[in-house]
Structure formats: C-alpha cells, structure tokens
C-alpha cells in the first residue's frame, strides 16, 4: 500500500515578525491615541498592507488590544524581576519608578507617559473592551505591588500592622502620578524627586513632621 505524502501548506511563509509588528504598532499608538492612529499610520509603521494586517491581528481595535495586552505583560514581568525579594525594599520600589521614568522620557522632546493610562484612559469611557483591559491591567500591576508589600511585611521591612494591599493601592497611584505628570511636562528630575520621597512614605519612614507631631499630640 502506497502511502501519501502529506499535503504541503500552500502560500508564501509569513515575512513579518509578530512581536515587532505589535511594537511598532504600539509605538504609533502611544504616540496618536486610538483615534488619531489611522490605518495608514499602522502600515507605515508596522511595514505590513492592511490585508495583512487583518490577517495577523484583526481589525484596528483587535491590534490596539493586543498592543494594551503585550504592554500590560511586558510592565508586569518587568516589575517582578525588579521587586525582587532579594532586594531591600526601599531599593525594589525605587528602581520600579526609575524604570517607569526611563520608559516615559525614552524620547526626551516629548514624553509619552504610559501606555496604559496614557491612551486607554481616553477610550474606556465609549469601550467596554477597553474599560476591561483597563482595570484589569491595573489590578495586575497593583497586585504586583501588594505581593512585594506582603513579602516585606513577613521579613520585617515594614510594622506587623502594615496593610500590604493599602500600600500596593498607594504604590500604584504613585506610579499613575508620575505617567500622567511626565506627559503633562513636569521634568525627569522633578519626577524622580517625587518618587523618592513617595518611597520613603511606603516604606514608613517618611512622614511628614506635622503628621508625626499630630500623633503624638493625640496619644499623649
């Protein structure tokens, strides 16, 4: 009996790496928001005709989605390797924040902020899908937070009576300040000021004076 020899996949073998295509597409996206990205915005930039590009991601809304889910990714694996538990904590939070500043200045005559917060902020309001993606990249990256906190609190870095997930809310905030106000113009430098003294409060070291003296005063 003659077997078959498999049937050979017709076509021409794909000429397009997915994972540059979705940054490159990112990238124009971070810069025009969802709106203001055109079709021809993402052919340029991805180097790929619109057939293909419906081929590989869908629609434009599909691509800005997935675009928003590889970002999310990448940020919170990011933030894990430098969270680390090896790490004091002072020194882990710290370098999440320089991270977060060298990705929003990468280009210094216009800083794009974040991703995220930057573009999906604006589209949530009318996109259900969008909203989703949203919250939920948030949780992600705060969840990131409030495991670190949790670790801290076990090794003794932080009072017994620290709330991990207060903290990771407030490490959070702190992260979507500094996004928004590097957009909006505030310098590098002003920023990293701000984030130093935003750790020292998380860690517990650095309550302002006349928070301090309000305490005392009530528990004398």
Known sequence: MVQKEPKRRRGRP????????????????????????????????????????????????????????????????????????????????????????????????????????GTAATEAARDSRVRAKLGSGLRELTDTFEARFRVARENA????????ALLADMAGAVLHSIALRARAGDSREALRRFSRAAVKLLCGGGAPKRARRAGARAAK
């Open 14 to 117: 794909r000429a397009y790496d997915p994972d540059q295509a979705l940054s490159r597409a990112t990238r124009s996206f971070w810069r025009g928001g969802f709106a203001g990205t055109s079709l021809d915005d993402l052919t340029a930039a991805t180097g790929m005709n619109r057939p293909s590009i419906y081929g590989a991601f869908g629609d434009k809304r599909d691509l800005y989605l997935a675009a928003l889910d590889r970002y999310v990714e990448r940020s919170r694996d990011q933030m894990l390797a430098l969270l680390s538990a090896d790490v004091p904590l002072a020194d882990a939070l710290q370098a999440v924040y320089d991270a977060a500043l060298a990705l929003y200045f990468a280009d210094p005559k216009a800083p794009l902020g974040c991703f995220l917060i």
């Open 157 to 164: 870095e932080l009072d017994p009576d620290a709330d991990p």
